[in-house]
Structures are given as C-alpha cells and as structure tokens.
C-alpha cells in the first residue's frame, strides 16, 4: 500500500485545513486507517483514527470537537477536517493504514505509512 498525503500548508490561528490521504496498490476499505503528527523535537503522536466502514471514529483530547476524521472508500482515502487550529498544531501530519478493521491509537499498530504533509499554524 502506498499513501500519498495532501492539503497542508500554512494557515492563521483560528482557520481551518483539509487533509487527504490517497491509497493506491490495494484497496483499504476493509482497514482501519489514522493521522499521526510529529512536530519538532517531539515524537510522533496520535491525532484520529477510523475504522473500516467510518462507524467508529477516535480522536486524542487536544483535537477533539475541533478536528473530524472521515473516509471515502470508493476513493480509497481518508480525510482529517482541522477547524480553529491553534499554534500547537503545527507538525507534519502522517496518515497510516492498519492491516485490522479497527483502529488503535498507537503507531506501532500501523503498517503503512504516508510521506508526511506539513503544517504551520502562525499568529
């Protein structure tokens, strides 16, 4: 599976962001899919994860009610919706797959990895 991230850039505090995450050499619908983010200096964190059908999403705290994970299987792509984003968000965002139905939160529990897009929240 490669996956080909997209939709960062340079936004204001307070405005908002879409990232996608195209998979292309299998289909993922029947897999649980992620955003990870690591910012400078830190490690790579959790942000949301989905499972294979959208029914159950999961998200860290510090993003929670501002960002909205979601998927379109027939496009064979997830999407990480950013609202009020803050300076703290800034980080280069990874998507990854997980050969499971369901999601967790750990890295380690994801196979593929996507090449990173980045973000920068300014004042």
């Known amino acids: 599976v490669q996956l080909q ?10 405005g908002s962001l879409r990232l996608s995450c ?3 050499g299998r289909t993922v619908s029947s ?3 992620g955003w990870f983010r690591q910012a400078p200096g ?3 964190e959790f942000v949301a ?3 294979w059908n959208g029914g159950s999403t999961f998200y860290s705290d510090s993003v929670k009610g501002r960002f909205t994970i979601s998927r379109d299987n027939a ?4 999407y990480l919706e950013m609202n009020s ?5 800034t980080a280069v965002y990874y998507c990854a797959v997980r050969r499971r139905e369901w999601p967790r939160t750990s890295s380690s529990d994801y196979d593929y990895w996507g090449q990173g897009t980045q973000v ?4």
């Open 5 to 14: 991230a997209s939709g960062g850039g340079l936004v204001q505090a307070g």
């Open 22 to 24: 195209a998979a292309s």
């Open 31 to 33: 897999l649980a899919m």
């Open 42 to 44: 830190k490690d790579r």
């Open 49 to 51: 994860a989905i499972s």
């Open 75 to 78: 496009k064979n792509t997830v």
């Open 85 to 89: 984003l803050k300076l703290e968000d």
């Open 120 to 123: 920068t929240v300014s004042s």
